[in-house]
């Protein structure tokens, strides 16, 4: 007793060969650079956060040694008040300043990137159309 059906076979015929022809524009080279060099871009947008976060740090540092000096060096609480005073004054809005210019910074980044793209391949007078032709048949790929 037989419990796989039997498949009559027979010869494989060439599929016909598949012609495409698509034009290239200057939004499929910008799309092929973004892709082809995300890692990078990637970094130098992180970049942008760990520059901002540095200097976060350090201008929150620089006030609170400055809120530490003084004559009642060994009163945290005195140190802490101070510093938190600095906060909500110039000093809180220069770190305000700092955070959102880096937010906006990193937030901005890819729209950035790609209008940096865009201008360049138009003055590299890339941002044409270019006719590309291919065609797939059993023997390969012809373009």
């Known amino acids: 007793m037989r419990t796989t059906p039997s498949v009559t076979s027979r010869p494989l015929a060439a599929p016909p060969p598949l012609d495409l022809a698509i034009p290239l524009t200057g939004e499929d080279r910008v799309a092929g650079a973004m892709h082809l060099y995300r890692d990078l871009i990637a970094r130098r947008r992180r970049n942008v956060l760990i520059f901002t976060g540095i200097a976060l740090l350090l201008i929150a540092v620089g006030q609170l040694s400055t809120s530490w000096g003084g004559r009642d060096r060994g009163d945290f609480?005195?140190?802490?008040?101070?510093?938190?005073?600095?906060?909500?004054?110039?000093?809180?809005?220069?770190?305000?300043?700092?955070?959102?210019?880096?937010t906006i910074t990193y937030a901005l980044f890819g729209a950035s990137t790609r209008h940096r793209l865009r201008r360049w391949y138009r003055n590299e007078g890339l941002a044409g159309?270019?006719?590309?032709?291919?065609?797939?048949?059993?023997?390969g790929l012809d373009s």
Request: with cysteine; hydrophobic share 50%.
């Open 77 to 102: 609480v005195l140190m802490g008040r101070n510093f938190l005073d600095a906060l909500i004054g110039p000093t809180g809005i220069l770190l305000l300043t700092f955070a959102l210019a880096g």
């Open 129 to 139: 159309a270019t006719p590309c032709s291919y065609r797939l048949h059993e023997g």
